[in-house]
């Protein structure tokens, strides 16, 4: 029987092993969707001979980075320190305190240029230990040391509108106008970016802010990054046109793509950008969505390690035997189906992306666009079908907090805006499963019923619960928001001037965990101080609280001395920003009747930057409102108020009023 590696959980008990047995530990952070990860497990740790040297030479450690994303911060920036690069697998060689002597990322079975083979990394790496331990240790005190510097992205300045307009500049620097989106290949959706530039544009105009977002989310929808058949977003794209995809699927991705596409529709009413939006939400229910509400994690790449995104691409004599010939002139032509695909590994694989739509489609095929349409949406059904009878990737269950809070936001916005009841009832049970498997009224593990860690699982449920307040006006969930809130600023910084720390309670964990993170920057998902800083400001004006002001102000200005620098990877923060340098608008509607139900709809679904929504029912005691807007609102008649700043507008008694009053605060 072959000997497997010996892997061990992280945790003191290995670290104890270390110290007792004098070996050094080897650190392998991988994730259930990451197809190099397989490789590498394939290629080298089902190699009996090299588990055989592991168990002898290393205490050996793996980590799952979306079950311990601490860890994962933390030796990701110990190995960037030491090589410049990142990413999973990350391979990590720790001294048994846990400090990083050496390290990578994907090392292959035999060598290649710039990578040597894995085998001569381990024999290079026990050999510097056994002989030249005092070098090893002097390394991994100065990573230590360059880590614990780089973990604190605070740095306190007063905000103003010339450093959001800076940080804007950045982030217009790297725009890509050929293709859109930012930076080359790989190139990596950046929807807190877009949702930032058309905020931006709807409080100071500037068409280039517009056409930014607006060229993006048409670049990355015509991509093969856009599952065209499925719905959805894979992670990222390995070419700058979005066309050839890494193909696994995250809940994260595809939920602020989804907010991203909804604020598109609702900024510039294009319908494709909620036909986009519905495929996501398809894809949620049919791939990620748990009955009783929650979401899977993630959607693997591949079913097998020989398989490079065969599940979604097609040869073109896949196409033909399914369609008939003038389907297939259909589909051809719309998404650049031909006998040459675009993946190296299977030459004749097509890669799905839109090479022609719309009017110039009909003129590509010679029929009329209503024909085009129907030939289209037969051999979209047609492939789509025969694509559920190939085996599936594997989907991984996890439901983790941060993510399932993330898309339970996500889905309320969709609910609201497509009309889509499934949606906005899943999104509710969902926060509904987190509060009911909390292990306490005021904070949330990031695994059911796991004790309360980590910032972002809170502020993303804090955040998550606002939305649910304003989607039904139940009070409930502006409570429980308010808690959770509450007990992360106790629990991750106090008063926030210096920021919020990303893991409560570290001090007494090994390794690299007590160096104090305090994130600011988006990577990928949302940077927690900037979720937070944005719960802090809706806290703020939706309980007219000045302890909320106070804490967003601190926040804010904990990081502000970054804004001009962040660009691109800092919109959620500088999003945050914004709610302290302009206007925030409030909209109360009051009333239980279908008119106050067809304003409170078009409340949510208007596009406002700094919106906040009230519903009020007579039935309840009036919420805390700013003093101007309360002396208007009457609560024994159905009506709209919306005041924007101290400027209000006229109560509206209909649908047709309201949405009147809604038009004049939008840019012209």
Same mark, same amino acid.
């Given at each position: 029987?072959?000997?497997?590696?010996?892997?061990?959980?992280?945790?003191?008990?290995?670290?104890?092993?270390?110290?007792?047995?004098?070996?050094?530990?080897?650190?392998?952070?991988?994730?259930?969707?990451?197809?190099?990860?397989?490789?590498?497990?394939?290629?080298?740790?089902?190699?009996?001979?090299?588990?055989?040297?592991?168990?002898?030479?290393?205490?050996?450690?793996?980590?799952?980075?979306?079950?311990?994303?601490?860890?994962?911060?933390?030796?990701?920036?110990?190995?960037?320190?030491?090589?410049?690069?990142?990413?999973?697998?990350?391979?990590?060689?720790?001294?048994?305190?846990?400090?990083?002597?050496?390290?990578?990322?994907?090392?292959?079975?035999?060598?290649?240029?710039?990578?040597?083979?894995?085998?001569?990394?381990?024999?290079?790496?026990? #050999?510097?230990?056994?002989?030249?331990?005092?070098?090893?240790?002097?390394?991994?005190?100065?990573?230590?040391?360059?880590?614990?510097?780089?973990?604190?992205?605070?740095?306190?300045?007063?905000?103003?509108?010339?450093?959001?307009?800076?940080?804007?500049?950045?982030?217009?620097?790297?725009?890509?106008?050929?293709?859109?989106?930012?930076?080359?290949?790989?190139?990596?959706?950046?929807?807190?970016?877009?949702?930032?530039?058309?905020?931006?544009?709807?409080?100071?105009?500037?068409?280039?802010?517009?056409?930014?977002?607006?060229?993006?989310?048409?670049?990355?929808?015509?991509?093969?990054?856009?599952?065209?058949?499925?719905?959805?977003?894979?992670?990222?794209?390995?070419?700058?046109?979005?066309?050839?995809?890494?193909?696994?699927?995250?809940?994260?991705?595809?939920?602020?793509?989804?907010?991203?596409?909804?604020?598109?529709?609702?900024?510039?009413?294009?319908?494709?950008?909620?036909?986009?939006?519905?495929?996501?939400?398809?894809?949620?229910?049919?791939?990620?969505?748990?009955?009783?509400?929650?979401?899977?994690?993630?959607?693997?790449?591949?079913?097998?390690?020989?398989?490079?995104?065969?599940?979604?691409?097609?040869?073109?004599?896949?196409?033909?035997?399914?369609?008939?010939?003038?389907?297939?002139?259909?589909?051809?032509?719309?998404?650049?189906?031909?006998?040459?695909?675009?993946?190296?590994?299977?030459?004749?694989?097509?890669?799905?992306?839109?090479?022609?739509?719309?009017?110039?489609?009909?003129?590509?095929?010679?029929?009329?666009?209503?024909?085009?349409?129907?030939?289209?949406?037969?051999?979209?059904? #047609?492939?789509?079908?025969?694509?559920?009878?190939?085996?599936?990737?594997?989907?991984?269950?996890?439901?983790?907090?941060?993510?399932?809070?993330?898309?339970?936001?996500?889905?309320?916005?969709?609910?609201?805006?497509?009309?889509?009841?499934?949606?906005?009832?899943?999104?509710?049970?969902?926060?509904?499963?987190?509060?009911?498997?909390?292990?306490?009224?005021?904070?949330?593990?990031?695994?059911?019923?796991?004790?309360?860690?980590?910032?972002?699982?809170?502020?993303?449920?804090?955040?998550?619960?606002?939305?649910?307040?304003?989607?039904?006006?139940?009070?409930?969930?502006?409570?429980?928001?308010?808690?959770?809130?509450?007990?992360?600023?106790?629990?991750?910084?106090?008063?926030?001037?210096?920021?919020?720390?990303?893991?409560?309670?570290?001090?007494?964990?090994?390794?690299?965990?007590?160096?104090?993170?305090?994130?600011?920057?988006?990577?990928?998902?949302?940077?927690?101080?900037?979720?937070?800083?944005?719960?802090?400001?809706?806290?703020?004006?939706?309980?007219?609280?000045?302890?909320?002001?106070?804490?967003?102000?601190?926040?804010?200005?904990?990081?502000?001395?970054?804004?001009?620098?962040?660009?691109?990877?800092?919109?959620?923060?500088?999003?945050?920003?914004?709610?302290?340098?302009?206007?925030?608008?409030?909209?109360?509607?009051?009333?239980?009747?279908?008119?106050?139900?067809?304003?409170?709809?078009?409340?949510?679904?208007?596009?406002?930057?700094?919106?906040?929504?009230?519903?009020?029912?007579?039935?309840?005691?009036?919420?805390?409102?700013?003093?101007?807007?309360?002396?208007?609102?009457?609560?024994?008649?159905?009506?709209?108020?919306?005041?924007?700043?101290?400027?209000?507008?006229?109560?509206?008694?209909?649908?047709?009023?309201?949405?009147?009053?809604?038009?004049?605060?939008?840019?012209?």
């Amino acid at each position: 029987m072959t000997r497997p590696v010996p892997w061990r959980p992280w945790g003191a008990e290995a670290f104890a092993e270390a110290t007792r047995s004098g070996r050094p530990v080897l650190l392998d952070i991988g994730a259930v969707w990451c197809h190099w990860c397989h490789v590498m497990d394939r290629e080298s740790y089902e190699d009996p001979a090299i588990a055989e040297f592991l168990g002898d030479r290393f205490v050996c450690i793996r980590v799952d980075r979306d079950e311990r994303p601490d860890v994962d911060a933390r030796y990701q920036r110990a190995v960037q320190a030491l090589t410049g690069m990142g990413g999973w697998p990350l391979t990590a060689f720790l001294t048994p305190e846990g400090e990083v002597f050496y390290g990578g990322t994907y090392f292959p079975p035999e060598p290649m240029p710039g990578r040597p083979a894995f085998r001569q990394v381990l024999v290079a790496v026990a #050999k510097i230990w056994e002989e030249q331990r005092d070098r090893a240790l002097t390394q991994a005190a100065a990573i230590r040391k360059v880590v614990t510097e780089s973990l604190d992205e605070a740095a306190p300045a007063d905000p103003s509108e010339a450093l959001l307009t800076a940080a804007e500049d950045q982030l217009a620097g790297h725009f890509d106008p050929a293709h859109g989106g930012w930076g080359r290949a790989p190139k990596f959706p950046h929807p807190a970016a877009i949702r930032l530039l058309l905020a931006r544009h709807a409080d100071l105009g500037n068409e280039r802010r517009l056409a930014m977002a607006v060229e993006t989310l048409h670049a990355m929808r015509r991509g093969g990054i856009h599952d065209q058949l499925g719905g959805g977003f894979h992670r990222y794209s390995v070419d700058e046109r979005w066309c050839v995809p890494h193909f696994e699927k995250m809940a994260y991705d595809n939920a602020e793509l989804l907010r991203a596409y909804l604020d598109g529709h609702a900024a510039t009413g294009d319908p494709r950008f909620a036909e986009v939006a519905f495929g996501i939400v398809r894809w949620v229910r049919e791939v990620l969505a748990e009955e009783g509400g929650g979401y899977g994690a993630s959607q693997d790449a591949d079913v097998g390690l020989d398989d490079d995104g065969d599940h979604f691409t097609w040869t073109l004599a896949e196409a033909e035997a399914l369609l008939t010939p003038d389907e297939l002139a259909v589909a051809a032509a719309r998404w650049d189906l031909g006998a040459a695909g675009e993946m190296s590994h299977a030459p004749d694989r097509n890669v799905l992306w839109v090479a022609a739509e719309g009017a110039a489609l009909a003129a590509q095929v010679g029929r009329p666009e209503g024909v085009t349409a129907q030939l289209l949406a037969t051999a979209e059904e #047609k492939l789509r079908l025969a694509r559920r009878g190939r085996p599936a990737p594997a989907v991984d269950r996890t439901r983790y907090t941060n993510w399932n809070a993330m898309l339970a936001g996500a889905m309320l916005q969709a609910g609201v805006r497509l009309g889509d009841a499934w949606a906005r009832d899943h999104a509710l049970a969902t926060l509904a499963r987190i509060r009911r498997e909390a292990p306490a009224p005021d904070a949330v593990g990031h695994l059911p019923g796991a004790p309360p860690r980590l910032l972002d699982d809170q502020v993303q449920v804090a955040y998550a619960a606002l939305d649910a307040y304003e989607a039904t006006g139940d009070r409930a969930w502006l409570a429980w928001a308010e808690a959770v809130a509450g007990r992360a600023w106790e629990a991750h910084g106090g008063g926030a001037e210096a920021g919020l720390a990303d893991v409560a309670g570290a001090e007494a964990e090994a390794g690299l965990l007590p160096a104090r993170a305090v994130p600011v920057q988006d990577a990928p998902t949302p940077s927690p101080n900037g979720v937070a800083a944005l719960v802090a400001a809706r806290l703020a004006h939706l309980l007219d609280a000045d302890a909320w002001r106070a804490r967003h102000r601190a926040l804010v200005g904990a990081f502000a001395g970054r804004a001009a620098d962040l660009g691109l990877f800092g919109a959620t923060f500088l999003h945050a920003m914004t709610w302290l340098l302009a206007p925030v608008t409030h909209l109360v509607i009051v009333g239980e009747d279908a008119e106050a139900e067809r304003m409170h709809r078009r409340a949510l679904t208007t596009f406002l930057p700094r919106r906040v929504v009230h519903r009020l029912r007579p039935t309840e005691p009036p919420p805390r409102l700013p003093a101007h807007l309360a002396a208007m609102v009457d609560a024994s008649a159905p009506r709209a108020y919306v005041c924007r700043g101290e400027t209000c507008l006229a109560p509206a008694s209909t649908d047709t009023e309201w949405a009147d009053r809604l038009s004049a605060l939008r840019p012209s």
